[in-house]
Structure formats: C-alpha cells, structure tokens
C-alpha cells in the first residue's frame, strides 16, 4: 500500500520542527554554563543529541530513492526514527526540569 501523498514533505518538516525545538531548549537549558557536569546533565545531553542525531537523518532516510515507486519501506524507517527523536528530545527536556 503506498504511503499518502505529502508523507515525504511533512516528516522533513515534523522533524525540522522537533530540532529547531531542541535547540531552543538546550539555548535556554544553558549549554555553555560554565562548572562541572553532573551525572544528570551528561543524561540530559546524551538524550538531547542522541535526538537531535535521529530528527537529522530523518529527511535523508525518506528521501532516498526505492524501487518500486510504490515501495514505502524508506517512509516507515523515517517514522520510526521522528518517534526516536522526538521521545529522546521531550525526555531530555523532562529530565532537565525534574533533576
């Protein structure tokens, strides 16, 4: 069954979305502060670009070329891989407010 039209543009914008999101958070979060890292913000950064490495390679997994056409294998992986990244992002994020 092919996927619906438009899935390719809206993953890519979905996860363009969730990392200029992560970004805000980790502007905020204060990246640069200076003094030693707990254990918690090591977590806190892990899960961050773990996401941030997920929600990148989300546009170039879904836009890669398959045969047949109608091949929806490539759409599947990308919506995995956007759920990865956007748990990962809203989990760093939980974490960092709880800890």
């Given at each position: 069954?092919?996927?619906?039209?438009?899935?390719?543009?809206?993953?890519?914008?979905?996860?363009a979305t969730m990392f200029s999101i992560g970004i805000i958070f980790l502007g905020y979060w204060g990246l640069q502060e200076s003094g030693e890292?707990?254990?918690?913000?090591?977590?806190?950064?892990?899960?961050a670009?773990?996401?941030f490495a997920f929600l990148g390679l989300v546009p170039w997994v879904v836009t890669s070329p398959v045969q047949p056409e109608?091949?929806?294998s490539r759409i599947r992986i990308g919506r995995g891989m956007f759920l990865i990244g956007v748990v990962a992002v809203w989990l760093s994020i939980v974490v960092s407010v709880l800890f």
């Open positions: 069954m092919p996927t619906p039209q438009g899935s390719v543009p809206a993953l890519c914008t979905a996860s890292w707990t254990l918690a913000d090591k977590f806190v950064g892990t899960l670009l773990t996401g109608s091949n929806d």
